[in-house]
Nanobody, 115 residues
Framework: QVQLVESGGGLVQAGGSLRLSCTAS????????MGWYRQAPGKQRELVTT???????NYADSVKGRFTISRDNTKSAVYLQMNSLEPEDTAVYYC?????????WGQGTQVTVSS
């Protein structure tokens, strides 16, 4: 069983920055594909960004150039650096891990961007 714990959410003004962290309690974290998703009120959960075990990254068009995903396998952690935040980025952000075709989710962390 993989447990994911997110942290780093909060309230920030438009144009500001936040850094989310997700720590996994699992062996062999280095083989996991990791990602961040978000869900705004009244909307479906959507992909924000992913990073493979090899370090390849993918971003939603809406966050390209503003958000950066990274991972530290020595700490079993993945990070999401969010810059130039916009009110449209307001959502609950979820950490996701995929290993052996099984998805695991964190409990989510709230990010609120005020205008």
């Amino acid at each position: 069983q993989v447990q994911l714990v997110e942290s780093g959410g909060g309230l920030v003004q438009a144009g500001g920055s936040l850094r989310l962290s997700c720590t996994a309690s699992a062996r062999r974290f280095s083989i996991f594909a990791m990602g961040w998703y978000r869900q705004a009120p009244g909307k479906q959960r959507e992909l924000v960004t992913t990073i493979t075990s090899g370090g390849y990254t993918n971003y939603a068009d809406s966050v390209k150039g503003r958000f950066t995903i990274s991972r530290d396998n020595t700490k079993s952690a993945v990070y999401l650096q969010m810059n130039s935040l916009e009110p449209e980025d307001t959502a609950v952000y979820y950490c996701n891990a995929v290993v052996f075709e099984t998805n695991y989710w964190g409990q989510g962390t709230q990010v609120t961007v005020s205008s």
